[in-house]
């Protein structure tokens, strides 16, 4: 335990459980990607008789434009929120000045940098957003009916670690707790990512175009 540092935990963290939780993330997408390829191809594989370029790009990027389709003109304020929500889920993590230097440590890359007034901003939007998210689950009682206790679970995995990374870049609190506490959360949310609802960040592009597929090519209707 004397070994056990704040600086012994940070090098950890940044280090061998990076590395981990990346392996884990994208093999874990990889995985599931190949799972649900073959599932189909065994379910449902009349589907693939009708695949489309042209109407699965067109069912991607009409969903990928705010308000461009029907159900999303029906909830024009959530639709927003949710767009903002998304934008500065992944903005703040790919373009934080902080974590493009880990990047450029683990992995020799990094990305352009947003100064850090804009992520301390975008921060602050993405955590009222998802006070929003999680007031209306509690709120409507269509949308309650469907949430269970792993889907508030989920969205808290996505929260924290925005949380504590504000936290830890104004020093509100125990700082040596603090960051640790952001790098491990962050750490954590990607190991669960592949095997939870999350992985829809990669499984959206493939459903859209499926969908596209079906009532574009297959019913010459359309999704948006």
């Not at 649900?36 to 379910?43: A, D, E, F, N, P």
């Not at 499926?210 to 010459?220: M, N, S």
């Amino acid at each position: 335990m004397e070994n056990l540092t704040p600086l012994a935990i940070y090098r950890f963290l940044s280090g061998p459980a990076l590395w981990f939780s990346m392996t884990v993330f994208l093999g874990g997408l990889t995985l599931r990607l190949g799972y649900l390829y073959r599932l189909s191809r065994r379910k449902d594989p009349v589907i693939y008789n009708h695949a489309s370029f042209r109407w699965g790009l067109k069912s991607i990027l009409f969903w990928l434009v705010p308000w461009a389709t029907v159900s999303m003109r029906s909830q024009p304020v959530f639709t927003g929120v949710v767009f903002v929500f998304h934008f500065c889920l992944l903005a703040v993590p790919l373009f934080l000045n902080a974590h493009n230097v880990l990047w450029d440590e683990a992995f020799g890359l990094s990305l352009w940098s947003m100064p850090d007034a804009w992520a301390d901003g975008l921060t602050l939007v993405f955590l009222a957003a998802t006070l929003f998210v999680v007031m209306r689950r509690s709120v409507r009682p269509e949308v309650r009916i469907l949430t269970s206790a792993w889907d508030y679970t989920l969205t808290a995995l996505t929260a924290l670690p925005f949380l504590t990374g504000f936290l830890a870049y104004h020093q509100i609190g125990p700082y040596e707790l603090m960051l640790p506490l952001h790098i491990g959360l962050a750490e954590i949310l990607l190991i669960v990512i592949p095997f939870s609802k999350l992985a829809h960040m990669l499984l959206f592009f493939f459903s859209r175009a499926f969908i596209g597929f079906e009532l574009g090519a297959r019913r010459g209707a359309r999704s948006w």
